[in-house]
């Protein structure tokens, strides 16, 4: 009997991966798998290409994430190769940027840890004067996101704490290094979720074992997804 004739049922293909059988009839209806044949009592038969599918979609999963592993396959399944392709490429490049992320970071931790710490609170001028830049500058900064001094109640004005004397270093260290405002914000997003450049520096060894997984489990991705395709409708 060929492969075409074989068929399973949802819960054959649910237990394979641990899934429900209801995540199966989802994955179907959300074009992961193709369109499923209905037996003369309207149950949905799949074949041997639908469990291919949905093997494809998992090892895509955790490369993509589930949003842009659904547009692929169902790219896939409409005949839009092409597109499909364009979701992986995008993949890819987010993973570069990542990587620079990662190395713009590196570099502006190196360029800082020479340096002094900050101690006490400042007011603009005097932390635009020890970095060599215009009040407007810090200004631009706070309205970008990349520092956040707080105001002093009394009279308005804006005052940077050694945190913020630090994040201010380090956005000029990534400014002179060519980096765009829009670049640097999540990269000062991550030193305060750190909750510093201390704990930061620890994160970096994890954070680039995190981009390396990655980068592996989208060549597994695109693996699984080339020996789809090579199957065929089979």
């Known amino acids: 009997m060929g492969e075409n004739l074989q068929t399973l049922r949802p819960v054959d293909l649910a237990r394979a991966h641990g899934l429900s059988t209801q995540a199966v009839r989802n994955y179907e209806e959300a074009g992961i798998l193709p369109a499923a044949e209905r037996s003369a009592y309207g149950y949905r038969t799949y074949t041997p290409r639908h469990a291919r599918a949905l093997g494809t979609f998992l090892a895509l999963l955790s490369g993509h994430g589930h949003r842009t592993a659904t547009l692929i396959m169902g790219a896939v399944h409409r005949g839009a190769l092409d597109e499909a392709l364009q979701f992986i490429d995008e993949s890819h490049s987010q993973l570069l940027e990542d990587r620079r992320t990662l190395r713009a970071v590196d570099a502006a931790l190196r360029d800082l840890?020479?340096?002094?710490?900050?101690?006490?609170?400042?007011?603009?001028?005097?932390?635009a004067a020890r970095l060599g830049l215009r009040p407007a500058t810090l200004r631009k900064w706070e309205r970008a996101g990349l520092v956040r001094p707080r105001r002093d109640r009394r009279t308005g004005y804006r005052v940077y704490s050694a945190a913020d004397a630090r994040d201010a270093r380090m956005v000029h260290q990534l400014r002179r290094g060519g980096y765009r405002l829009a670049q640097i914000r999540p990269l000062m997003d991550q030193v305060r979720t750190a909750g510093g450049v201390e704990p930061l520096e620890v994160m970096l060894g994890d954070w680039q074992d995190r981009l390396a997984s990655r980068g592996r489990a989208l060549l597994a991705g695109a693996a699984a997804l080339d020996g789809y395709l090579a199957a065929g409708a089979e």
Do not use: N
């Not at 020479?114 to 005097?126: C, L, Q, W």
């Open 113 to 127: 840890a020479p340096m002094p710490p900050e101690r006490g609170d400042t007011f603009v001028g005097a932390l």
